[in-house]
């Protein structure tokens, strides 16, 4: 199957820093990405929809200022957590499929941990 | 809205047995619907991507169902081995933007 790439797959930062997680497709164009949030022992929740040339979509209670999200290519999507702080600590996984209804494929997911 | 829900939430079986995970969402307008397997503190791996004019897919030892009118599908493993320990993560694709959602998952256990 088709490859994505997650980085990095784990980071612990300060409080009030910002980290950047990094999402690759490595072998498809993606026009669209996804990424997700879990917490401990619960399932995935969708944050936003990334698209490549144009604004993000937040699902609603995400803060878009706080979750930066840019698709400057079509294999490349990046989030930013600014300001961190410890209730941000969460697993956070990307996903992408090739077109509407295809099969998605996800990244390692990343660890963050703000102390 | 689409709900997922998983039943059940864990399930401990013993080598060898075969077992059925079940999946229900409340939208039956799917575009697709996807079995995943999730390891502690890993990504997500696909197992198995049923598109909504289909009934079922199989994979090795794995075969999923889906009854789209119903909302359901269930995910059968045959022979379960102490390496299929993980939780199974049903999501369906609905609506048009191309989003998962993801169901509430089923820890399995597998004992030697």
């Known amino acids: 199957g088709a490859v994505v790439s997650q980085h990095p797959s784990w980071v612990i930062c300060k409080s009030g820093t910002s980290v950047k997680i990094e999402c690759r497709s490595l072998d498809f164009q993606a026009t669209t990405m996804f990424w997700y949030r879990q917490f401990p022992k619960q399932s995935l929740m969708l944050m936003a929809t990334s698209n490549e040339g144009s604004k993000a979509t937040y699902e609603q209670g995400v803060e878009k200022d706080k979750f930066l999200i840019n698709h400057a290519s079509l294999t490349l999507s990046t989030l930013t957590v600014t300001s961190a702080h410890p209730e941000d600590s969460s697993f956070y996984i990307c996903?992408?499929?090739?077109?509407?209804?295809?099969?998605?494929?996800f990244g390692q997911g990343t660890r963050l941990t703000v102390v | 809205k689409q709900e997922v829900t998983q039943i059940p939430a864990a399930l401990s079986v013993p080598e060898g047995e075969n077992l059925v995970l079940n999946c229900s969402f409340t939208d039956s307008a799917i575009y697709n619907l996807q079995w995943f397997r999730q390891d502690p503190g890993k990504g997500l791996t696909s197992l198995l991507l049923?598109?909504?004019?289909?009934r079922e897919q199989t994979s090795g030892r794995l075969n999923a169902s889906l009854d789209k009118s119903s909302g359901r599908s269930t995910l059968y493993i045959a022979a379960s081995q102490p390496g299929d320990s993980a939780t199974y993560l049903c999501?369906?694709?609905?609506?048009?933007?191309?989003?998962?959602?993801f169901g509430t998952g089923t820890r399995l256990q597998v004992t030697l």
């Open positions: 996903s992408a499929s090739q077109s509407l209804g295809t099969e998605a494929f």
């Open positions: 999501a369906v694709v609905s609506g048009t933007a191309s989003k998962l959602t």
């Open positions: 049923i598109q909504s004019s289909q």
